[in-house]
């Protein structure tokens, strides 16, 4: 079935730098998208979404872009912080899907002082 | 805003018992949660979706038997593991979506199970 997937299963960056963290999905009727980060041993922590009519999206250090036309999804990271280590997974909503979520592989980011 | 938690947050039982884990959302109404399953360094499994005041809907290859859901209020679903085996250890999370919310899920702490 279709799924969404990620390139990088773990990334280490140096404390300060921008993070980068890539999604690909398959399925063209997605329409929106969430990234989660999840500290281990908790449940997932929402960080930010987008809707499939928009390209990027701002948070508070974080931007999310979305390119339909090959269908990825990127997180980054501005000034990456010890704080930021966890496991990041994207996760798509069908169209008309009553709202389930498809969860990514996930991405472990590690940040080395 | 948009809190979830959940109790017991880990829990050790014997196996054959049955284990309840309740989920709440603390201030929004959850017109549908979720329920899913994570084993160490894999993602999130979606077991079922619940909607208040109905039958959960149960994902493919998940016993309905043995993992009973119920959303008996618009803040509150439990589910319950009977006659729990080793191999249902895990740790459980749920989520809860509601009006205003769209589509966002919001997850729970998540519950540790270990069935010895």
């Known amino acids: ?91 798509e909503n069908i169209r008309g899907s009553q709202g389930n979520l498809i969860f990514g592989k996930g991405t472990k980011l590690s940040v080395k002082p | 805003g948009a809190v979830v938690s959940q109790h017991p947050s880990r829990v050790i039982c014997k196996s054959g018992t049955s284990v309840k884990i309740e989920c709440r959302s603390l201030d929004f109404q959850a017109t549908t949660m979720f329920w899913y399953r994570q084993f160490p360094k894999q993602s999130l499994m979606l077991m079922a979706t619940s909607n208040e005041g109905s039958k959960a809907t149960y994902e493919q290859g998940v016993e309905k038997d043995k993992f009973l859901i119920n959303h008996a209020s618009l803040t509150l679903s439990t589910l319950t593991v009977t006659s729990a085996h080793p191999e249902d250890s895990s740790f459980y999370i749920c989520s809860a979506g509601g009006p205003g919310i769209q589509e966002t899920q919001y997850f729970g702490p998540g519950t540790r199970l270990l069935v010895l």
């Open chain 1, 1 to 91: 079935g279709e799924s969404v997937g990620l390139h990088l299963p773990t990334l280490s960056v140096q404390e300060g730098d921008n993070s980068i963290i890539n999604c690909a999905y398959s399925n063209s009727a997605s329409d929106y998208f969430i990234w989660y980060k999840q500290e281990s041993g908790k449940g997932p922590q929402f960080i930010i979404d987008i809707r499939s009519n928009m390209d990027k999206r701002q948070g508070q250090r974080v931007t999310v872009l979305l390119n339909k036309t090959v269908k990825h999804l990127s997180l980054q990271i501005a000034a990456t912080q010890p704080g930021d280590s966890a496991v990041y997974f994207c996760a």
